[in-house]
């Protein structure tokens, strides 16, 4: 090879790698948007559960024996539907 085919192909890896980079850094900020939205869902949604845990506990509802009652009755297996355990 003569310098120039090196200098060359030192050019293309550069560039390669500059878009490579460029690639990663602007992936890892889109998902840190989607992260940072995702959480903000997050937080709304508790707040929404606390609103009705609030609720019905005014309402007289006790939640902990309702937890204990659905933890004893069988839950229903959708038909033809795999639990995750069992697929994986």
Do not use: C, W, Y
């Not at 997050?42 to 937890?67: N, P, R, T, Y």
Request: proline share 1%; aromatic share 2%.
């Amino acid at each position: 090879m003569m310098n120039g085919d090196i200098k060359n192909m030192a050019k293309l890896n550069e560039s390669e790698k500059s878009e490579k980079i460029g690639f990663h850094k602007g992936s890892l900020a889109t998902l840190t948007k989607e992260r940072e939205e995702l959480a903000r869902m997050l937080s709304i949604v508790e707040q929404l559960m606390h609103m009705h845990i609030k609720e019905l506990k005014d309402l007289g509802i006790d939640l902990a024996a309702e937890a204990k009652k659905a933890n004893q009755t069988p839950t229903k297996k959708l038909k033809g539907k795999k639990d995750l355990g069992e697929i994986l």
